[in-house]
């Protein structure tokens, strides 16, 4: 395991610079980055501070840092050290301020500021709260998706991703020999999406839950034969309702909320919402 020091500038909360050093560091093996925070750096003051513990613990520098003076103190400072750093927003920056035709407002954590959309946000992670696992099934129709689903295909942390932009999710289970809550059989404006998954997988996926929680019992829950028929009842129940189909197997969220954000598009006639690297037809049956 190769161990290197990574110190993450901004002078907002951090969260932006986080993000993109875990997803870079993702693509690597064997290697394990000592993280430094340095969040809310506004002054040449607290440049300086930062640029001290970076020469105490050389490494790579990331920044976010929309003020000109300290972005340049700070690459200096780096380069005076022959420590490499990189602003990671700043091509991205450049090249929308050349395309647009606008100055850029070098406001620190603008993101942040409390608009429309962060209440929007927060509106829809409190819809997710009330209506998992099938709660208050009276007002299913404010929703804007509603996933359903046998236990365990992601139908809860994926509905918490979307909430987290901005999207009134849903969920209810699909239960051996219990009918769907009738509010859900009689929607009219969410579109409705059907999560399935291998049985295999189910399986695997619920064992580690069971072993989790020092259940280990052999139950119809982990039985093979009674998971494949659990499974094949639901893909039975979302073809009579003619609702879209998405295998979870082996995708990750952000995979999984991807199909789905594409299947509002379609269901609303909008544009494409949501784009990725992600082949996310492969993620949609």
């Known amino acids: 395991m190769k161990r290197f020091h990574l110190h993450l500038v901004s002078d907002a909360t951090g969260e932006t610079i986080n993000s993109v050093a875990r997803a870079v560091i993702a693509q690597f093996e064997d290697v394990e980055a000592v993280e430094h925070f340095w969040s809310l750096v506004r002054s040449k003051r607290q440049i300086d501070n930062v640029l001290a513990a970076i020469e105490a613990t050389p490494g790579v520098v990331l920044f976010t840092l929309v003020d000109k003076d300290l972005r340049d103190r700070l690459e200096r400072g780096c380069r005076r050290l022959g420590i490499p750093s990189v602003p990671v927003l700043e091509p991205v920056i450049e090249v929308l301020s050349a395309h647009l035709g606008s100055k850029v407002r070098g406001q620190p954590g603008r993101q942040h500021l409390l608009d429309a959309e962060y209440f929007t946000r927060i509106d829809a992670m409190h819809f997710v709260l009330a209506h998992d696992d099938g709660q208050s099934a009276h ?6 998706v509603v996933l359903v689903g046998v236990s365990r295909t992601s139908k809860t942390p994926t509905c918490f991703y979307l909430a987290n932009r901005g999207i009134k999710a849903a969920n209810v289970p699909v239960v051996p ?21 291998t049985p295999e997988r189910l399986v695997e996926i619920r064992r580690n839950r069971l072993r989790i929680l020092h259940q280990d019992a052999e139950t119809n829950y982990v039985d093979l034969e009674h998971v494949t028929e659990e499974v094949l009842a639901a893909r039975r129940l979302y073809a009579r309702r003619k609702w879209p189909v998405i295998d979870v197997t082996r995708r990750s969220i952000e995979e999984v909320a991807a199909a789905i954000l594409q299947h509002m598009a ?3 006639g909008a544009e494409t919402v949501y784009s990725t690297h992600i082949d996310v037809e492969a993620a949609v049956e």
């Open 139 to 144: 007002d299913l129709d404010e929703a804007d």
């Open 177 to 197: 020999g219990a009918p769907l809550p009738p509010e859900v059989m009689n929607l009219t404006r969410p579109l409705v999406l059907g999560l399935t998954i």
């Open 266 to 268: 379609r269901h609303t």
